[in-house]
């Protein structure tokens, strides 16, 4: 692989933020697709699954940036480390907003044979 000047791949700058944005929303996105499913199994991991499709999307991502199928700089580690950021936060942000629904919703004191 062919070192790049820092210049060239800043650490603040508009791409950083552009991943960190899009792998915030894919979390959120297939976070959401898993938590409508009628799967209890998905429901209950929706956090993780919308977490790894996202990583996988931004691998996915930075592998064709590799390959050259876009017209960008090539492959960058700073750029994994910005779908990671965006990914983490979608997380957090996810975990706080489950736990504050699962604090106002009522929990059923006894068993429904219904």
Do not use: N
């Not at 790894?52 to 390959?67: P, T, V």
């Not at 480390?81 to 059923?108: E, N, Q, Y």
């Amino acid at each position: 692989m062919v070192e790049k000047d820092e210049g060239a791949d800043p650490w603040l700058g508009a791409d950083k933020f552009y991943h960190i944005l899009m792998c915030f929303s894919i979390t959120l996105l297939f976070y959401f697709l898993a938590s409508l499913t009628s799967h209890p199994i998905l429901r209950r991991h929706a956090i993780s699954i919308g977490s790894l499709l996202s990583l996988l999307a931004g691998a996915a991502k930075e592998a064709a940036d590799h390959l050259g199928y876009f017209r960008s700089s090539g492959a960058s580690f700073k750029d994994a480390i910005a779908d990671i950021i965006g990914v983490v936060l979608a997380s957090l942000a996810l975990s706080l907003f489950r736990s504050k629904t699962s604090l106002s919703r009522p929990h059923p004191q006894g068993i429904s044979l219904v």
